[in-house]
Structures are given as structure tokens and as C-alpha cells.
């Protein structure tokens, strides 16, 4: 039973580029989360998809877009990076029914320099 | 005031002592409730999920208490291998928003 996986594992930018992260769900989970872990903190809820829709965002800028596809696997987008984006940014699935135990991927570290 | 707040941590306790940490949350409207587990540098990982008559595992414990608006975890005779960073999650809706406490480190000494 594959787990929930993440591509890249690291990736480095340059301030003002864009950068697309990927996530494939644990088998048989629909539903993606996308998190964004600074160091020494808890991680901080981006948003989630559901049904290839946004069903809930965090507080983070337009700059942050995500896309889920019919096969359940989702993209992170951001654009025009800032330092301050350098972070792990952590995919977690989940079944919408019955159960709602988010299981984190790998993540992808992000510097951008 | 965060939403979640942890014991700020870190813990340093020796190999078979007992050690709890608390997890308090703000909104009342919280419904579920877990801990994670997060090595350096890699995923956290879902330790349990808190239920409201408390839940055992092995050597963890974990409580509810929804009066007071906290959750606990209680690990006994620790273990080298329970070194980690500690992580307590709420959300106010089943399978959406996680929101998490800034995590509490646990260094376990031989």
C-alpha cells in the first residue's frame, strides 16, 4: 500500500521565480491538504482540495495556487518567490468518508536564495 | 493568543522516565484532535487520534478534556527511539484544516 508521495524532495529558486510541487495520495484517499512548515514551527495550513476543487485556504497570499487532478494527485503552485518562502512544504491526504486521519508525505524543502 | 499552544519545550528526561505534555486549544467549536509524531527534518507522523473517553497505545496515553479545552499525552517508560519533536493538531471540521501547535522537542538520554 503506496504511501502518500511528494516530488522533488528538495528544490532550490531564485527570489521571484515560480515553482510547482507535486503530491500523489495514499491509496484510496480523495482528499489533499498542503501545509507549509517553517523551521522550529508547527505546520501552517495552505489549503485543500476536494472533488479537483478548493474547499478550504489558510491565510496565505494569491501567489499560493493549487490544482488537483480526476486521479486525486494535486499541484502547489507559487509564484514570484520571496525568501521567506524557503520551507517544507508538506502534503497530506485523507478520506473525506469515513475516516479524516490526514497521513503527511515526505515534502518537498524549498530554498529560495 | 495561537489557536493551538504547546508546552514550549524541550524536554530532556532519561531512558524509562515518564513524561507528559499538554496541548491547549482556543476555539470550542474543535472537534477532532491528534498528535503527531515529527523526526529532524522529515514528515510528522500520525502518533493518535484523541478521542473523548481518552485512548491508550502501548505506552501512550492520551487524553480529552473538553471542559478545559486541552489535550494530553503521556508517554511512559521512554524509550531512546521517543526522541522526536511532538505535535498536537485540532481541526474544527472532520478531514479538513489541521491546525497545529508549534511542537514540543523530547530529547530521551541514555
Known amino acids: 500500500d503506496a504511501g502518500v508521495t511528494q516530488s522533488p524532495t528538495h528544490l532550490i529558486k531564485t527570489r521571484g521565480q515560480q515553482v510547482t510541487l507535486r503530491c500523489s495520495p495514499k491509496?484510496?484517499?480523495?482528499?489533499v491538504s498542503w501545509y507549509q512548515q517553517a523551521l522550529g514551527q508547527g505546520p501552517q495550513f495552505i489549503f485543500q482540495?476536494?472533488?479537483?476543487?478548493?474547499?478550504q485556504r489558510g491565510n496565505f497570499p494569491d501567489r499560493f495556487s493549487g490544482h488537483q487532478f480526476p486521479n486525486y494527485s494535486s499541484e502547489l503552485n507559487v509564484n514570484a518567490l520571496l525568501l521567506g518562502d524557503s520551507a517544507l512544504y508538506l502534503c497530506?491526504?485523507?478520506?473525506?468518508?469515513?475516516?479524516?486521519?490526514?497521513?503527511f508525505g515526505p515534502g518537498t524543502r524549498l530554498t529560495v536564495t | 493568543r495561537k489557536e493551538v499552544e504547546q508546552d514550549p519545550g524541550p524536554f530532556n528526561v532519561p531512558e524509562g522516565a515518564t513524561v507528559a505534555f499538554n496541548c491547549t486549544y482556543s476555539?470550542?467549536?474543535?472537534?477532532?484532535f491528534f498528535w503527531y509524531r515529527q523526526d529532524c527534518r522529515k514528515e510528522p507522523k500520525l502518533l493518535m487520534s484523541?478521542?473523548?473517553s481518552g485512548n491508550e497505545d502501548g505506552r501512550f496515553t492520551a487524553q480529552l478534556n473538553r471542559a478545559s479545552q486541552y489535550i494530553s499525552l503521556l508517554i511512559r517508560d521512554s524509550k531512546l527511539s521517543d526522541s522526536a519533536t511532538y505535535l498536537c493538531?485540532?481541526?474544527?471540521?472532520?478531514?479538513?484544516?489541521?491546525?497545529f501547535g508549534q511542537g514540543t522537542e523530547l530529547s530521551v538520554k541514555p
Open positions: 497530506a491526504t485523507n478520506r473525506k468518508i469515513p475516516t479524516y486521519e490526514q497521513y
Open positions: 484523541v478521542y473523548s
Open positions: 476555539n470550542s467549536a474543535s472537534q477532532s
Open positions: 482540495y476536494y472533488e479537483e476543487e478548493e474547499r
Open positions: 491509496s484510496g484517499h480523495d482528499t
Open positions: 493538531a485540532v481541526n474544527r471540521d472532520q478531514g479538513g484544516k489541521l491546525i
